[in-house]
C-alpha cells in the first residue's frame, strides 16, 4: 500500500501540469482566492462555529491563530522584503525613473494616512 502511495505522489509530482502550475506566477494567487473562498464558506455555513472554534485550537501554547497571525506573517513580510530588494537592486525597480511612481505612491499613502489618523484624534 506504502508503495503505491509513493509511486502516485511521484508520479503526480513529475507530471507536466503539477510542475507547470507551480511554476507559474499566477499559482499562488488561484491557491490564495480558492483559500479565501473555502473560508468564506465555511464561516458562513452550517460548519461556522467548529471552524471559528479550530483558530483557537491550542498548538505548543498557543491558538493556531496566534501562529497564523505571528509566524506565517513575519515569513510573508520577509518574502516581500527579499522581493523587493531584488527588484531594486535588479530588477524593474532598479532604475530611478521606473521607480518613482511606486515610491511616489507608498508615500502618498504613508501620508494621507497619519492625516486620517490625525484627523480621527482630532474629531474624538
Given at each position: 500500500m506504502k508503495v503505491k502511495i509513493e509511486k502516485a505522489i511521484k508520479k503526480i509530482y513529475n507530471s507536466?501540469?503539477?510542475n507547470e502550475?507551480?511554476?507559474n506566477e499566477k499559482s499562488s494567487g488561484l491557491?490564495?482566492?480558492g483559500c479565501t473562498i473555502f473560508?468564506?464558506?465555511m464561516a458562513n455555513s452550517f460548519f461556522g462555529p467548529q471552524y471559528l472554534q479550530t483558530w483557537h485550537t491550542k498548538f505548543w501554547?498557543?491558538?493556531l491563530e496566534y501562529w497564523i497571525n505571528d509566524g506565517l506573517m513575519t515569513l510573508f513580510f520577509l518574502l516581500i522584503g527579499l522581493e523587493l530588494k531584488r527588484e531594486v537592486l535588479?530588477?524593474?525597480l532598479s532604475n530611478l525613473k521606473d521607480a518613482m511612481l511606486p515610491i511616489f505612491a507608498g508615500t502618498r499613502w504613508d501620508v494621507d494616512s497619519c492625516?486620517?489618523?490625525f484627523a480621527f484624534k482630532l474629531w474624538h
Open positions: 507536466d501540469l503539477f502550475f507551480f511554476n491557491v490564495l482566492i473560508s468564506l464558506f501554547g498557543e491558538s535588479e530588477g524593474e492625516r486620517f489618523v
